[in-house]
């Protein structure tokens, strides 16, 4: 549901949420980048913002909208904001009616969000015309479906890389689209790490040295060997088309983060390794 009102200005209240956003246009590519299902969940924290979804149980997506991304943030002192659910369909619409901005002073938008169980209110001023946009959101009850997914255990951690995102995306293009699973090595010897997949066209192997350009970091504990469900590495894609940069984290029992660096935030995939019992889509 969306309501889109042309007001002036209006009496001022107080919300449990209220901030201008620097860059309309960067909070549209981290949303869009996780659009892998219509309900996120919304947290709101003394840090910034964050967008969550669940897919299938086994991929956790999360778009972080920082407090650093705000010209304006302001969030009532000690009070936690419930977590709430929205539509990314409706929000990533909305959002998209505000934009794109024709010069970097109107790239922005506020943010507001009244009290629990209230709509999500998004505006923008056209001070040249005089007239505001708001958009409405209704708010939902949170995703059911959770994830209970962090790799921030360094112990537990086992491989970690930075690489380029171009240097990934190219590798990705590559593979068969039939395949059902991407294996992933990481090894201290060259080639430190390699992609194979195999699909009703053969089998494809990429690989890479260490000190290749691909790589901007580099720590691999043991060799080790990780597959996962190619169509769960697929939701990444636009969020490797957005970004410059991908960080890659692996748990000791295969759990895989990638971090994708994307103009001023990041989004972050999290999935569990392959299981030959399920299919990719359950």
Same mark, same amino acid.
């Given at each position: 549901?969306?309501?889109?009102?042309?007001?002036?200005?209006?009496?001022?209240?107080?919300?449990?949420?209220?901030?201008?956003?620097?860059?309309?246009?960067?909070?549209?590519?981290?949303?869009?980048?996780?659009?892998?299902?219509?309900?996120?969940?919304?947290?709101?924290?003394?840090?910034?913002?964050?967008?969550?979804?669940?897919?299938?149980?086994?991929?956790?997506?999360?778009?972080?909208?920082?407090?650093?991304?705000?010209?304006?943030?302001?969030?009532?002192?000690?009070?936690?904001?419930?977590?709430?659910?929205?539509?990314?369909?409706?929000?990533?619409?909305?959002?998209?009616?505000?934009?794109?901005?024709?010069?970097?002073?109107?790239?922005?938008? &506020?943010?507001?969000?009244? *009290?629990?169980?209230?709509? @999500?209110?998004? %505006? /923008? #001023?056209?001070?040249?015309?005089?007239?505001?946009?708001?958009?409405?959101?209704?708010?939902?009850?949170?995703?059911?479906?959770?994830?209970?997914?962090?790799?921030?255990?360094?112990?537990?951690?086992?491989?970690?890389?930075?690489?380029?995102?171009?240097?990934?995306?190219?590798?990705?293009?590559?593979?068969?689209?039939?395949?059902?699973?991407?294996?992933?090595?990481?090894?201290?010897?060259?080639?430190?790490?390699?992609?194979?997949?195999?699909?009703?066209?053969?089998?494809?192997?990429?690989?890479?040295?260490?000190?290749?350009?691909?790589?901007?970091?580099?720590?691999?504990?043991?060799?080790?060997?990780?597959?996962?469900?190619?169509?769960?590495?697929?939701?990444?894609? &636009?969020?490797?088309?957005? *970004?410059?940069?991908?960080? @890659?984290?692996? %748990? /000791? #029992?295969?759990?895989?983060?990638?971090?994708?660096?994307?103009?001023?935030?990041?989004?972050?995939?999290?999935?569990?390794?392959?299981?030959?019992?399920?299919?990719?889509?359950?």
């Amino acid at each position: 549901m969306q309501e889109i009102m042309a007001t002036t200005t209006g009496a001022v209240t107080t919300n449990v949420f209220s901030g201008e956003v620097n860059s309309l246009r960067t909070v549209l590519n981290l949303l869009k980048s996780i659009h892998i299902k219509n309900i996120a969940t919304c947290n709101i924290y003394d840090e910034g913002i964050t967008f969550t979804v669940v897919e299938t149980h086994r991929v956790k997506a999360i778009a972080y909208i920082r407090r650093h991304m705000f010209e304006i943030y302001r969030k009532q002192q000690g009070q936690e904001v419930p977590t709430f659910g929205i539509g990314l369909n409706t929000l990533i619409d909305s959002l998209s009616l505000l934009g794109p901005a024709s010069t970097p002073a109107a790239d922005t938008c &506020k943010i507001q969000y009244p *009290s629990t169980g209230t709509h @999500l209110v998004i %505006s /923008r #001023d056209d001070r040249e015309n005089d007239v505001s946009t708001h958009c409405r959101l209704v708010t939902l009850e949170p995703d059911s479906e959770n994830l209970e997914l962090s790799l921030n255990d360094e112990p537990n951690l086992s491989q970690r890389a930075i690489m380029k995102s171009s240097w990934l995306k190219e590798a990705m293009s590559d593979l068969d689209k039939s395949c059902e699973k991407i294996n992933m090595t990481f090894s201290p010897a060259d080639p430190c790490f390699s992609l194979t997949g195999e699909g009703n066209n053969g089998t494809f192997e990429m690989e890479y040295p260490e000190h290749s350009e691909s790589f901007i970091s580099f720590h691999c504990n043991e060799a080790a060997t990780y597959s996962y469900h190619f169509s769960h590495i697929v939701y990444c894609n &636009k969020a490797l088309d957005q *970004s410059d940069e991908v960080s @890659l984290r692996v %748990s /000791r #029992d295969g759990v895989l983060s990638m971090l994708f660096r994307i103009q001023e935030s990041h989004v972050e995939f999290t999935m569990l390794p392959y299981d030959s019992s399920t299919t990719g889509d359950a």
